[in-house]
């Protein structure tokens, strides 16, 4: 069993900034996906950001590209999302995901959230205007 804890989430004007970070009790440095959902009141839950760690594979959702990076800190066993330029439509609860192996020897689903295994208990995100 795989535990993911995360943290960073919290309130902030639209605009503004904030950092999510998530840490794997089981993490490699190469091969393992890892992505970030969200989930609003009254929508399905949705991938926004996935990373096949140690490789090239990048996944965003077209409505936060160039606004949210994912990236990984292997010293940290930790995948972090920086969100900037923050509007009230990202509020959300959101969730780090950790999946199957992936790169050359594995599966890569991306921002498909039907090959996430392990997922963490998820952090509010409220953007105000």
């Known amino acids: 069993q795989v535990q993911l804890v995360e943290s960073g989430g919290g309130s902030v004007q639209a605009g503004g900034s904030l950092r999510l970070s998530c840490v794997a009790s089981?993490?490699?440095?190469?091969?393992?996906?890892m992505a970030w959902f969200r989930q609003a009141p009254g929508k399905e839950r949705e991938g926004v950001a996935a990373i096949c760690t140690g490789g090239s594979n990048k996944d965003y959702a077209d409505s936060v590209k160039a606004r949210f990076t994912i990236s990984q800190d292997n010293a940290k066993n930790t995948v972090s999302l920086q969100m900037n330029s923050l509007k009230p439509e990202d509020t959300a609860m959101y969730y780090c995901?950790?999946?199957?192996?992936?790169?050359?020897?594995?599966?890569?689903?991306?921002?498909?959230?039907?090959?996430?295994?392990?997922w963490s208990q998820g952090t509010q995100v409220t953007v105000s205007s």
């Open positions: 995901a950790q999946g199957p192996r992936c790169g050359p020897w594995g599966v890569w689903y991306g921002l498909s959230e039907h090959g996430y295994l392990y």
């Open positions: 089981r993490y490699t440095s190469s091969g393992t996906s």
